[in-house]
Structure formats: C-alpha cells, structure tokens
C-alpha cells in the first residue's frame, strides 16, 4: 500500500525555468515530510523538509509547499539549474506512534534539466 | 563523521551462493533501516532498527534474506541462497531520533549487487 505517491516518473524543464514536483499522501498521522535528491550511483540525499504546522518552506532555489487539506505538497526549483538533473523522492514521517522514526518514500521523480 | 559506510560497493555473485552486505551507521543514531531499490519498486523498505532491536522486518521479501544489528556500529543484511531477482541496489541508512532539528535518513552510497 503506497502511502506516498509521485505520479509523474519524469519530468523535462529547460535550464532557468521552474520545475515543480508533486507528492500526495494518503495517511492523516503524517505531519513531517522531507525530499531527497538522488545521483546516479550514490544513496539519496536530504534537500528539504517541511513541517504540518507550515505551509511554504524556502531555502535558496527550493520551496515546498503544503497543502494538508488536500494531503498535497509540491517541491519548486527556481531558476532549474542542470546540476538539478536527478531522481527526486518524496518522504513522510509521523513523528508520533508507532511508527516514529520511519519515513514512507515516493517511488521518485526523475528531473532532466536541459541547456 | 564519515557518513554512513556500505561494504561492498559493488558484488556480482553466482545464483545460489551466500551475500553478506555490510553497513556502519553515523554514530549517535538511533535508528538504522535496509532499503532495496529496482525500477519495479523504487525505494522499498526491507528492514529497520531502533536501537539496536529489530522493529519492522515485513518487508523482508522472503526466508532468504536476514539481517543482524549486534551492536550500534555495524549491520548486516545477508541472503542465502542468491537469486537473480535479488538483484538490485541495496541502501543502509541511519537516523537520530525524531526531534527538534530533525532532517530524516543519512543513506549510504548503496551496494550494488548482481546475481548471475
């Protein structure tokens, strides 16, 4: 049962446009979600996160959004840079109960950014 | 600190033999998880530790595959017998626990394993 879903495996953006990126979840308890960026032939690395009590996070050329309402967020990259060109991976986390340290991934986005 | 240690980067095994992956994790953290990624199921979640102990392991494909944390150091994840549908990356990655500051996982570099 996925509980986290990026619905676009691919997404094509011209260098100095915006890439957005979208990531639905279905659990309610989920109230931290964070994105990872991914190179061919090295583990996934943390970008972003964003908490349930906010609804923008920013941090230079990155802003996610939250939209909780709609079990919603979407990754921004303005200006897209080709060194952007990876896999991107939603994740989210309750960070109460049971499953308190776990994150619950998106099967990934593969971003191509070109000149 | 080094970040979180994969041994090997790469293995390529006969069908029926016995791999064991290896994994240090970032000192302090709590939680150390398994995950396997093929273009099939992206990142799945084999396996994951607290402190040592074993919390989740039902997404352990099959009797064939086990994993071991027997200090806060050092993991393994061994299969035996090998298979060519195992074939896959395999990423280690560690955690704090959840709280003020908290960024999620520090993956590894992957281990890269082919069975032929």
């Known amino acids: 049962d996925q509980q986290v879903k990026q619905n676009s495996p691919s997404l094509s953006v011209q260098e100095g446009r915006i890439s957005i990126l979208n990531c639905d979840y279905t659990n309610s308890m989920f109230d931290y979600f964070l994105w990872y960026k991914k190179y061919p032939a090295e583990g996934p690395t943390f970008l972003i996160s964003i908490s349930s009590i906010k609804d923008k996070n920013e941090d230079g050329r990155f802003t996610v959004f939250l939209n909780k309402s709609a079990k919603h967020l979407s990754l921004h990259i303005v200006p897209s840079q080709p060194g952007d060109s990876a896999v991107y991976f939603c994740?989210?986390?309750?960070?109460?109960?049971?499953?308190?340290?776990?994150?619950?991934f998106g099967r990934g986005t593969q971003l191509t950014v070109w000149p | 600190d080094a970040g979180v240690i994969q041994s090997p980067r790469h293995e390529v095994t006969e069908m029926g033999q016995e791999v064991t992956l290896r994994c240090k994790p970032i000192?302090?953290?709590?939680?150390l998880f398994w995950y396997r990624q093929t273009m099939m199921r992206g990142l799945e979640l084999l396996i994951y530790?607290?402190?040592?102990?074993?919390?989740?392991d039902s997404g352990m494909p099959e009797d064939r595959f086990s994993a071991k944390m027997p200090n806060a150091s050092f993991s393994t994840l061994k299969i035996q017998p090998s298979e060519p549908r195992d074939s896959a990356v395999y990423f280690c990655?560690?955690?704090?626990?959840?709280?003020?500051?908290?960024?999620?996982?520090?993956f590894g570099s992957g281990t890269r394993l082919t069975v032929v």
């Open positions: 530790f607290n402190n040592n102990v074993p919390i989740d």
């Open positions: 990655a560690s955690s704090p626990k959840p709280g003020q500051g908290y960024y999620g996982y520090t």
């Open positions: 994740a989210a986390s309750a960070r109460r109960g049971s499953t308190l340290g776990r994150l619950y």
């Open positions: 000192s302090g953290h709590d939680y």
